[in-house]
């Protein structure tokens, strides 16, 4: 504890910048997480361990049907993979990681925003009271409120997430040895491997914005939505549609699923309890904001 206090407070004259920047990030971090802890243990006493959490859950009237978000999915992946593919055509040579990920940001956001377009369009026509009944208001005044209210989601959420992903990495280094690492995502690793200021706005303008706003609208707004229709609970539909986020995010890496899955139940949560999609979107901005300040701190 004097250590850590000495870090915090005085900083060694040899110390570089970017350490003591590092120091005083991660207490913050600590200070978040405990928080976040307390919020978690309020809620959970609350609702009795989640039991009554959905017992006044507003109702979200439709008429959506599979095909429509099929749909959905096919047209942002086939998007997605087109854009890639054309834009590499026309790169001249191998391609730089940098070039690669530029690549990638930039077919996912002409993609994601062709999405999001043809989903609130959809979701215009499908659900009662149009957008508002989806969860889209553009009221400026409610919208700080519902992300404000959002982030405070994501600090219950986050120690949940903490605590599943260490404990399959304190499994693994037991059962693998000291020298095994948990795989990282292809945006950290290429952060990792470019560093760059390039790579960095890249990365965060489409894990911060892009990705948070089309992938809640397509998974929470049309699949779970879908998926409530179609089984018996809500808590079911939530777990379905958590079980397949995380397949498509951690793809092969399995070792990360059970951490997605607990964030997407808790975002699941966010938007069946509300009913707005800026709650799911601030929560998922908010996590990946996070893990790529932390992976910024492991490269410095």
């Not at 504890?1 to 915090?8: D, N, S």
Request: aromatic share 12%.
């Amino acid at each position: 504890m004097k250590e850590l206090i000495r870090q915090l407070f005085y900083f060694e004259e040899t110390a570089g910048l970017a350490q003591n920047i590092v120091i005083v990030v991660s207490a913050a971090l600590m200070v978040v997480l405990g928080i976040g802890c307390i919020i978690l243990s309020r809620w959970l006493v609350n609702t009795r361990f989640g039991a009554e959490a959905l017992k006044d859950a507003p109702p979200r009237e439709n008429r959506l049907t599979p095909w429509p978000v099929l749909l959905i999915f096919l047209m942002w992946s086939f998007l997605t993979l087109a854009i890639s593919e054309f834009a590499a055509f026309f790169m001249p040579g191998e391609p730089t990681p940098a070039e690669e990920l530029g690549g990638a940001v930039i077919s996912s956001t002409i993609a994601s925003a062709f999405t999001v377009v043809c989903s609130l369009f959809l979701a215009k026509k499908v659900f009662a009271n149009g957008l508002k009944g989806f969860g889209v208001t553009f009221d400026s005044k409610k919208a700080l409120r519902e992300e404000i209210g959002g982030l405070k989601m994501f600090l219950a959420i986050w120690p949940l997430t903490i605590i599943v992903y260490n404990a399959i990495n304190l499994i693994c280094v037991m059962i693998m040895g000291e020298d095994f690492q948990m795989p990282r995502h292809d945006y950290l690793a290429s952060l990792s491997e470019d560093p760059s200021a390039w790579v960095l706005i890249a990365i965060f303008f489409s894990a911060v914005y892009v990705a948070p706003v089309t992938e809640e609208i397509i998974f929470r707004g049309f699949l779970q939505t879908l998926l409530q229709k179609l089984t018996p609970s809500r808590w079911l539909s939530i777990f379905i549609t958590s079980v397949l986020f995380a397949m498509i995010h951690g793809g092969d890496m399995l070792l990360h699923w059970p951490t997605l899955i607990v964030l997407s139940m808790g975002i699941g949560y966010a938007y069946e309890k509300t009913g707005s999609m800026r709650y799911p979107v601030a929560i998922h901005a908010a996590f990946n904001f996070v893990n790529l300040v932390i992976a910024i701190m492991d490269i410095v």
